[in-house]
C-alpha cells in the first residue's frame, strides 16, 4: 500500500503523519511519500538558468528540513514503514499537483489533515474540498490533533447505490489493516424496496459475512450530518468511510459547512473518502 502523505510543517498537519504511522503499524507493507508543495515566483530581472539553480536549492534544503520535520514527529527511524520518500516540488497549483503526483505514482490513498477541531467546516476548507472532489485516488482526512489509536472499527456509511462494488473497494483495505467493518444505512423510501432487499442479501454472500449491517431509521427532526454526527459519536469508530459523487455533489450536499454541523459534529474520527 503507498500512502501520500501531505504537510506544510504545520503543527495541524502532524495528524495525518500519525495516522499513516498508525496504519503502518498494521501494515508491514506500507509505502509513504511524505509530500510539501511550495510556489517560488520568478522574478523577471532573473535569468532562467539563475532562477533554475534558486529552485534546486531551495528545494533540497526544504527536502532536509521535510525530514527534519517528519523525523521530530514519528522519530528517527522508518515509523514502521517498509520504505520511506520526501518529496518537495514547486508548485503553481497545490490541489492540482497533488492530485497529479498522486495518480502519476499510482498512490492508494491521499492522506492530509484538517485544521482545529470544527470537522467539518474544514474540510469543506479551499484545498481539501478540491482535493476531495476533483481526486480519484481516495483521500484519508485526519483531524490535525489526532492522535494514535489502533484502527479496530470501521463505520462506512452507505446510501445502497453500487453497494457491492463499494464495499468490495472498502474490503481491501479492512483485509489489509484487520479491522471490523460496519455498513451504516439510513432507510430512505427513495429505494425501493426490491433494491433495498438485494442490498442486504449481499451480506449473506461468504465474502461479506463477517460485515455488520447497520440499518437505521430515518430521524427527520435531524439532518443526516447531525443524525451520523450523533451516531459515530456513540459508537466510536476509528475510521468514518463514505464515498462521494461528483456530479451529484453527494459529499457537498452532505457536507456543506452550516451552524447546525458545526455545532454537532464534535468528533474527531478520520474520514477516508472514496470517489464513486
Not at 502532524?14 to 506500507?30: E, L, S, V
Not at 485516488?137 to 453500487?162: C, G, Q, W
Not at 443526516?224 to 464515498?243: A, D, G, H, N
Request: one cysteine or more; proline letters at 2%.
Amino acid at each position: 500500500m503507498k500512502l501520500l502523505v501531505t504537510t506544510d510543517f504545520s503543527a495541524n498537519s502532524k495528524g495525518a503523519i500519525r495516522f499513516a504511522q498508525t496504519i503502518a503499524k498494521q501494515n508491514k507493507q506500507i509505502e509513504v511519500i511524505f509530500f510539501h508543495a511550495i510556489h517560488i515566483i520568478k522574478p523577471t530581472r532573473w535569468s532562467d538558468m539563475f532562477f533554475l539553480s534558486y529552485k534546486n536549492e531551495e528545494i533540497e534544503r526544504l527536502t532536509i528540513e521535510l525530514k527534519k520535520f517528519i523525523h521530530g514527529t514519528i522519530g528517527n527511524k522508518k515509523g514502521n514503514f517498509i520504505d520511506i520518500k520526501f518529496v518537495v516540488e514547486n508548485s503553481i497549483s497545490t490541489e492540482k499537483d497533488i492530485i497529479s503526483y498522486a495518480e502519476k505514482n499510482k498512490i492508494d490513498f491521499i492522506c492530509m489533515a484538517t485544521q482545529g477541531a470544527g470537522m467539518l467546516r474544514k474540510v469543506m476548507g479551499t484545498h481539501t474540498s478540491y482535493i476531495v472532489n476533483n481526486s480519484k485516488v481516495p483521500v484519508m482526512v485526519i483531524p490535525s490533533h489526532y492522535r494514535a489509536k489502533a484502527i479496530k472499527n470501521a463505520t462506512y456509511l452507505s446510501d445502497f447505490e453500487n453497494l457491492k462494488k463499494e464495499i468490495t473497494k472498502i474490503s481491501k483495505l479492512t483485509s489489509e489493516v484487520s479491522m471490523n467493518l460496519e455498513v451504516l444505512h439510513y432507510s430512505s423510501f427513495a429505494l425501493d424496496k426490491k433494491k433495498f432487499e438485494k442490498s442486504k442479501e449481499l451480506f449473506e454472500k461468504e465474502e461479506f459475512q463477517n460485515f455488520k449491517l447497520n440499518i437505521q431509521k430515518n430521524n427527520m427532526e435531524l439532518s443526516l450530518v447531525e443524525r451520523v454526527s450523533k451516531y459515530v459519536k456513540k459508537s466510536k469508530p476509528e475510521l468514518l468511510i463514505m464515498f462521494t459523487n461528483r456530479e451529484k455533489g453527494f459529499f457537498e450536499s452532505m457536507f456543506l459547512p452550516s451552524k447546525s454541523a458545526e455545532l454537532t459534529y464534535s468528533t474527531k474520527v478520520p474520514v477516508l473518502i472514496y470517489s464513486k
